[in-house]
């Protein structure tokens, strides 16, 4: 896609440090890390989100995820990595090209707010109604 950043990063037209590459996929590091050694990791084709993925597509994102965890715990030995994947704006996807975050958590960084939510107990029979209707809709 012709104004996608990560499209134009894949072409060479925008500098990325790359970490990783093959036929399928890109790694580079994020340029506003949240932490050091951040990562994204996205699909060569253009598509914006997972509904629009195909299942090859995410199993090879997900297997360069697995091939690049390990590397960034040789290399900084964080000391957890939170992996992140966000579809729509609803959710602050802000690149709309599928890509999936590593960030990796060290000593001294502190905690990541993100993942820190209140745990407030759900309305049991909103959660029991919202389950039925997906199980309902798996195909
Ligand atoms: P999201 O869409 O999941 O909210 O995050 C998009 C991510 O892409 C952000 O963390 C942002 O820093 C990163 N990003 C945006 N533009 C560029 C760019 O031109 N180069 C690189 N390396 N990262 C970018
Ligand atoms: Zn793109």
Redesign the pocket.
């Known amino acids: 896609m012709s104004d996608c950043?990560f499209c134009k990063?894949i072409k060479g037209e925008?500098p990325?440090f790359k970490v990783y590459e093959d036929d399928s996929v890109l790694a580079?590091?994020?340029?506003?890390p949240i932490s050091k050694g951040h990562i994204?990791i996205i699909p060569k084709r253009h598509i914006e989100n997972m509904w629009e993925a195909t299942e090859e597509e995410l199993v090879t994102v997900m297997r360069t995820a697995k091939k690049l965890i390990h590397a960034i715990k040789d290399a900084i030995n964080p000391e957890g990595v939170a992996v992140?994947q966000?579809n729509g704006k609803a959710v602050?996807?802000?690149?709309m090209h599928y890509?999936f975050?590593l960030i990796p958590r060290s000593e001294g960084e502190g905690k990541l707010s993100m993942t820190e939510w209140e745990l407030i107990p759900g309305n049991m029979e909103e959660i029991k109604q919202t389950v039925g209707k997906i199980t309902a809709a798996i195909k």
Request: proline letters at 0%; hydrophobic letters at 60%; charged letters at 5%.
């Open positions: 950043i990063i925008i990325c580079f590091a994020d340029i506003n994204l992140l966000l602050n996807q802000v690149v890509h975050h």
